[in-house]
């Protein structure tokens, strides 16, 4: 038995926050961080006698993720009550999709999509401690502006095998969204949460396990931690002959403890029934050609453009593809018609420069322009900067802005190239080095990097490292 | 100065017009006759007359509404403890629409809690007693409206109808109640029982000032997404005959537990209609008996899930304790009432894991059948009809112990309510000195056909309600 | 029909407490009613549609189009608890 290995099974249920200006089914204002229960009103308090009204640009974002989803469009679909009692709840029922979801079907990736849904988002309960006013119990309030803000609820099919790969496809995922510009896909902020199923099989088998389900995850790294501890729990319950349990867990990542949410007892009845104080919704050719209008390039197929036009390898193609903000800087930049516009590969090479020097995610946030950027990878292809160079430019465009040429100008920064102005240094060099010359002269030409060090130092790195060993070869005769 | 009180809501409305009346006059009359209520009809009553004389084709003719409509500042309640002192901070789209067209509120009126009630003795506040009898009942749920109105308390009202809320109680207080066709008036600001069946609708003292009420009512409500409309204006009713008109009497809902003298009254009535020109025929509606049946699954279903919002936390009755279920279940159970905590288990039952297909699917389907056999029926009639309720008004307290011959009251309308149609009810005469109801219903959006059938009928019915208005 | 289990179970899916006697007569009350109800069975409804909206309202959609929320005092005024602008309740977890 020890000897088996085990494959898992993983599928993920992803809600994702929609940017629409207001709620789900009122005219509150989303926002973030404000002071509690100001963005509220009679519809998301859940007042007696209020009635939610859909927000049509929430379904507009949803049709928008089906089609990047390839999903199947629902000509007519409707809400449900999903009925349960909790303080972050209003109502007492969440409007959710159920039977009658808006897309079915569909894949990203090599992973399919089982749904998309419309649902609101619950209330925040913030948690006091201990209350004198209750008599020393536990206590909470309720925050209910983020109540009612409109979520996508996207549910795969069991098609991930890994942790790595989920926390791989919900890149993908992430990036999609964000491209297609329906939400912040931010998970520190909670706009973006992910509930995996879990389940394990004997490699090569074909039923599944009994699945687990790891709750509410608020990070990339979480999550592919939190599968990965769940997968181990589960492979150390099977090798020791013990079942694993259907449930809900918690994944704490300070201490990697898994923990149950619900005992079985608790197993909710929802009483899902026909929402009816909302109509179906009946998607209308307007609304489908619109939403197809609104469809900018998604990140699979601009990796593949990247690839095919640009010819950047498949790994650089994706890491620009898949990060929007990098993939626009980088369209942003090479769409700069300069005299002499990057080569893109150079290009991308440079905005990795850039990247590594910046504290936030986007480029476009920093000092340093588009335009700087491709004229500086030009530069440098032209040979009028060197390498190194090129890399102080940069430090001084990350630190004020400004141009790349005015800089290397300003700083004397210029390459220097064969002739008059880089002869002098060579020579000085040579004669600071004879045991080096005695080695080149005797045909051993690795000693060579100590005169182009020399060199580099002496102009500051301006010297083109090629031109420093011509000159070399040329005053020794080699 | 002719007797305020005297007039119609319509012919106050023209005197006020014509200068004949002062709004101001108008308002304090009935507000000083509100506030010596003694049928326990109101649960508010306006401090004073509204600063600016209202103005408008309503011409300040002041309005009672049921107690679930919202209205900003005002108490409103449902009728329920759990809403103890509950002051909205908004205002119901169909109040706030009259008072648009000049019409003040005056009272909000005593119902049954959260309209389950065919007495109005499941009130917080208390019963309301029928102005015709003070030991009957008025009807449920609007029973403060039909009261309020008959009573002349109140020129006119607003009340709700579910399974026949409306219907009911204007029958038994011998007044006009209009159901409207599902979607006719927003729900924007009714506290819910079943939102796939509320609508709101007038409780007049004529056929007139049913149709001049309702004009004002109705109309898209960008803020309810199931109100449409009507997809004409509302006419004032002129007809004086009904030549040509078919009547049908359904053969399904006739019969079985309906009180002789009801059933006389009513057959005066069709006879009355035959002489204005009307044919009366037997119609087929195969499904209707199944109605309650059904209503009494889809209606709590609903209900169960509109109530769950009472939970202590933001607004309304908190018992407290130091653990979260408990707070839940202790100001659930302090909160409602018995009749409505039986209908919340009862959908709650209906809707649960295993239960859903044979109560709540099943009654789901039976709705489609009844909507079909109305369709149906009205290929071969213009409207059916039928008495509004199957006895006159009841002692209080004579059914309150069994829930069920109470459901039995909704016999008659609640399938008009599944069907979503346009009904009305006005008097037709008088058994043991009571008033009894006739019930004219008529296809999806023909309120004006319905209100002017029932205009004619009502002319020649001559029915003299100034008895209860003392 | 419906025994004194279910009663518990449904009161407690509804978060409703009820005494033994408030059992005793719900359980009698539902039986009863239900009992009524079960005429429901005897129709043959294969192939019927459900009807869950009773009239055809095309899409009634909102815009995208923000109204002014309600100030917090106004809020919170009906609030039987309330701490730090929020609305106070036990906490979940705890009991
Ligand atoms: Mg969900
Ligand atoms: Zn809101």
């Given at each position: 038995m020890s000897d088996v290995a085990y494959e898992a099974v993983i599928g993920l249920e992803i809600h994702v926050q929609l940017?629409?200006?207001?709620?789900m089914f009122c005219g509150c204002e989303l926002g973030f961080g404000e002071p509690p229960n100001t963005r509220t009103c009679e519809v998301c308090l859940g007042l007696p006698g209020a009635l939610p009204v859909a927000n049509a640009e929430a379904i507009h974002f949803g049709l928008m993720i089906g089609l990047a989803l390839d999903c199947d469009l629902a000509p007519r679909s409707i809400f449900h009550r999903k009925n349960y009692f909790y303080p972050d709840l209003p109502k007492g029922y969440q409007i959710s999709q159920y039977d009658e979801p808006l897309c079915r079907g569909g894949k990203l990736g090599d992973v399919r999509i089982h749904r998309v849904h419309l649902e609101e988002d619950a209330a925040k309960l913030i948690h006091l401690g201990t209350s004198g006013r209750l008599h020393g119990s536990e206590a909470s309030i309720v925050d209910f502006n983020r109540g009612g803000t409109p979520l996508a609820e996207i549910v795969t099919e069991p098609d991930l095998r890994s942790a790595e790969d989920a926390g791989e496809w919900l890149r993908l995922l992430r990036t999609t969204l964000r491209r297609l510009g329906v939400s912040d896909v931010n998970m520190e902020e909670g706009s973006l949460r992910c509930d995996a199923n879990i389940s394990i099989r004997p490699a090569g088998t074909h039923e599944l396990g009994t699945k687990t389900e790891l709750k509410n995850m608020n990070s990339f790294r979480f999550i592919e931690r939190g599968i990965r501890a769940e997968i181990a729990r589960q492979e150390a319950l099977l090798r020791a002959g013990e079942p694993v349990v259907q449930e809900t867990l918690h994944f704490d990542p300070r201490t990697e403890a898994i923990t149950s949410?619900?005992?079985?007892?608790?197993?909710?009845?929802?009483?899902?029934?026909?929402?009816?104080d909302l109509t179906p919704v009946g998607i209308t050719d307007a609304m489908l050609e619109r939403a197809r209008a609104a469809m900018p390039e998604l990140p699979a197929a601009r990796a593949e453009r990247f690839e095919r036009e640009?010819?950047?390898?498949a790994d650089g193609a994706r890491l620009l593809a898949w990060r929007t903000e990098l993939g626009d800087y980088f369209e942003a930049a090479l769409a700069d018609d300069g005299d002499d516009a990057p080569e893109p590969q150079a290009l991308a090479n440079w905005l990795n420069e850039l990247v590594a020097r910046i504290e936030t995610d986007d480029p476009a946030e920093s000092q340093v322009q588009p335009r700087a950027l491709a004229s500086l990878a030009a530069m440098v292809a032209g040979k009028r900067v060197t390498q190194n160079a090129a890399k102080q430019v940069l430090d001084r465009l990350v630190a004020e802005g400004g141009d790349p040429a005015a800089i290397v100008e300003a700083e004397g920064l210029g390459a220097i190239g064969a002739g008059d102005e880089l002869e002098p240094v060579v020579q000085q060099a040579l004669d600071a080095n004879p045991d080096v010359v005695a080695k080149l002269s005797a045909g051993d030409m690795k000693p060579i990097g100590v005169i182009v060090g020399h060199v580099m130092r002496e102009t500051r790195g301006r010297a083109d490292g090629g031109a420093v060993t011509r000159i070399v070869r040329q005053k020794l005769g080699l | 100065m002719t007797d305020a009180v005297a007039l119609t809501a319509a012919q106050a409305a023209a005197a006020v017009e014509a200068g004949d009346l002062d709004p101001r006059e108008l308002f304090e009359a009935y507000r000083a006759r509100a506030a010596a209520d003694d049928l326990n009809a109101f649960v508010w009553v306006a401090g004073e007359a509204p600063g600016e004389p209202a103005s408008g084709p309503l011409a300040g003719v002041p309005l009672g509404v049921k107690d679930l409509f919202c209205t900003e500042g005002v108490p409103s309640q449902a009728g329920s403890k759990i809403l103890e002192g509950y002051r909205p901070p908004y205002t119901a789209s169909v109040v706030a629409r009259l008072a648009e067209a000049g019409a003040p509120l005056l009272a909000k009126t005593n119902q049954d809690e959260f309209a389950m009630g065919s007495s109005n003795e499941n009130s917080a506040f208390g019963p309301v007693l029928n102005p015709w009898d003070r030991s009957r009942v008025p009807g449920g749920s609007s029973g403060g409206s039909a009261a309020a109105v008959a009573a002349g308390l109140v020129p006119w009202a607003l009340g709700t109808d579910t399974g026949g809320s409306i219907r009911q109680p204007a029958a038994l207080c011998g007044i006009v109640g209009l159901k409207p066709t599902y979607g006719a008036v927003s729900r924007f600001g009714m506290i819910a029982f079943a939102s796939s069946l509320d609508q709101a609708g007038p409780l007049t003292r004529d056929v007139t000032d049913a149709a001049l009420l309702f004009r004002h009512m109705t109309g898209r409500d960008p803020r309810d997404s199931t109100s449409i409309g009507l997809p004409e204006e509302v006419r004032l009713p002129s007809a004086r005959r009904l030549d040509g008109i078919r009547l049908g009497v359904p053969d399904d809902l006739t019969g079985e537990g309906v009180e002789p003298g009801v059933m006389a009254a009513f057959e005066a009535a069709l006879d009355r209609a035959r002489e204005l020109g009307a044919t009366v025929e037997r119609v087929a509606l195969p499904h209707a008996d199944y109605g309650l049946s059904a209503y009494y699954v889809l209606a709590p279903a609903e209900a169960s899930s509109n109530l769950?919002?009472?939970?202590?936390?933001?607004y309304g009755l908190r018992v407290e304790a130091d653990d979260l279920l408990t707070m839940y279940t202790r100001t659930r159970h302090d909160g409602f009432g018995a009749e409505v905590k039986r209908r919340i288990m009862l959908g709650t039952y209906a809707l649960s894991s295993g239960y859903y297909d044979a109560y709540y699917g099943r009654a789901q389907r039976v709705r489609t059948k009844i909507a079909e056999d109305f369709k149906a029926a009205f290929d071969a009639v213009d409207f059916v009809v039928t008495p509004?309720?199957?006895?006159v008004a009841f002692e209080l307290g004579a059914k309150t112990g069994d829930p069920l011959s109470m459901y039995l009251n909704d016999y008659f309308t609640v399938p008009m309510s599944l069907a979503g149609i346009p009904a009305i009810s006005i008097p037709c005469g008088l058994s043991e000195g009571l008033p009894v109801g006739l019930q004219l219903a008529g296809p999806a959006f023909s309120e004006n056909r319905v209100l002017d059938a029932a205009f004619a009928l009502e002319q020649a019915l001559g029915f003299d309600g100034s008895g209860a208005r003392q | 029909m419906i025994d004194r289990e279910q009663v518990l179970h449904v009161a407690r899916l509804a978060r409703l407490s009820l005494s033994d006697d408030e059992v005793q007569q719900m359980a009698g009350e539902l039986s009863k009613v239900l009992g009524h109800i079960e005429k429901i069975a005897e129709l043959d409804l294969d192939g019927v549609p459900p009807t869950s909206h009773v009239v055809e309202v095309p899409n009634a959609l909102r815009p995208d189009e923000p109204r002014p929320s309600l100030p917090r005092d106004v809020v919170l005024a009906a609030a039987p608890a309330v701490a730090d602008g929020g609305f106070l309740v036990p906490s979940p977890q705890a009991g």
């Open positions: 940017s629409t200006r207001t709620k949410l619900r005992s079985k007892e608790e197993a909710h009845d929802y009483r899902y029934f026909p929402e009816p640009l010819g950047l390898p | 769950a919002r009472f939970d202590g936390v933001r509004t309720s199957p006895g | -």
